[in-house]
């Protein structure tokens, strides 16, 4: 598969994640987490196991330390970013969940070696005026949209800590190897979080659980593992600024789902976002050596 038809499926399979985690809203949040990745590792875990033993053994005690580390950076962002979803709007949510592009670009080249055109410096930051319209365009935001947009953020720099780790671990080990780890590493470590939190594991909805289902199948194992498949043979920079286009989607689906209409300033910044994201997306294309790319 071209490297980026899959980066354009796994955005277009994450989009969904923030309207079907308001579907899913009788589960608290961290619940909400460990059902999403406990179902994606009940997967990719026995499919591993069972056509990709051989993946499994490209492991050395480097690489498994930095899938154990890059594991709990996914545990943090869904931590920080589903609860973010309790206090503000799903599209400025998603929005700033997305900057992780401004963490990640400064640090590619010491930490992965990759290195970032000036055009696409260009178009994360044209892309951060977009999510600037969309998070502050509104006017005076209430002290609990503040609350919502500073866990997104912080859901933000860790999905930049879970990037950066796969890129590297990308180089050496194939995607099913890679997700194998990381995402039973996030269950268990969410899963120990909702509990000393005292959060309800069921009891919900009949409905509920399905959503929950479609959360861990859909934006999990079919969109992150698409995106971790093409950290293998694009930069972390261009697949984090790839998920800055989620917003459009998540918006979109909001408006027939939610009820959530978007305003101008959502509008005019997502057009603001999509236009960073195409020019910076454009300016690493062909730009990387077929020697940086990964194992399938």
């Known amino acids: 598969?071209?490297?980026?038809?899959?980066?354009?499926?796994g955005v277009a399979a994450v989009s969904s994640a923030a309207v079907i985690i308001r579907l899913a809203g009788e589960a608290p949040a961290l619940v909400i987490g460990v059902y999403r990745l406990t179902i994606a590792s009940l997967v990719v875990l026995p499919a591993a196991l069972l056509f990709k033993h051989r993946d499994l053994e490209a492991y050395d005690k480097r690489s498994i330390t930095i899938a154990l580390l890059s594991g709990a950076f996914l545990a943090l962002h869904f931590a920080f970013?589903?609860?973010?979803?309790?206090?503000?709007?799903?599209?400025?949510?998603?929005?700033?969940?997305t900057t992780s592009p401004l963490m990640i670009a400064p640090l590619s080249r010491w930490l992965t070696g990759d290195a970032v055109s000036r055009r696409t410096v260009f178009g994360i930051l044209l892309?951060?005026?977009?999510?600037?319209?969309?998070?502050?365009?509104?006017?005076?935001?209430?002290?609990?949209?503040?609350?919502?947009?500073?866990?997104?953020?912080?859901?933000?720099?860790?999905?930049?800590?879970h990037r950066i780790t796969g890129r590297r671990l990308r180089r050496d080990v194939s995607v099913m190897a890679f997700i194998s780890v990381a995402y039973p590493v996030a269950a268990v470590l969410l899963m120990m979080a909702?509990?000393?939190?005292?959060?309800?594991?069921?009891?919900?909805?009949?409905?509920?659980?399905?959503?929950?289902l479609l959360l861990g199948?859909?934006?999990?194992?079919?969109g992150h593992s698409l995106l971790n498949w093409s950290l293998?043979?694009?930069?972390?920079?261009?697949?984090?600024?790839?998920?800055?286009a989620e917003p459009a989607g998540a918006t979109v689906l909001?408006?027939?789902f939610l009820s959530e209409a978007p305003g101008p300033h959502e509008l005019v910044g997502g057009a603001i976002v999509l236009a960073g994201v195409y020019l910076a997306v454009g300016g690493e294309k062909n730009n990387m050596p077929q020697s940086t790319q990964g194992r399938i």
């Not at 598969?1 to 499926?9: F, I, Q, R, V």
């Open 254 to 256: 909001a408006y027939f």
């Open 81 to 97: 970013w589903i609860t973010s979803l309790d206090f503000t709007s799903v599209a400025s949510s998603v929005v700033l969940v």
């Open 127 to 161: 892309a951060l005026l977009g999510v600037g319209t969309i998070a502050f365009g509104a006017g005076r935001p209430e002290f609990g949209d503040l609350a919502g947009d500073g866990l997104a953020l912080l859901g933000a720099a860790a999905m930049a800590g």
């Open 1 to 9: 598969m071209p490297p980026y038809l899959g980066l354009a499926l």
């Open 194 to 212: 909702a509990w000393v939190s005292g959060s309800a594991f069921s009891g919900f909805a009949p409905a509920t659980y399905w959503w929950l």
């Open 217 to 222: 199948l859909l934006p999990q194992v079919l």
């Open 232 to 244: 293998g043979h694009l930069s972390a920079v261009i697949v984090s600024t790839a998920v800055m």
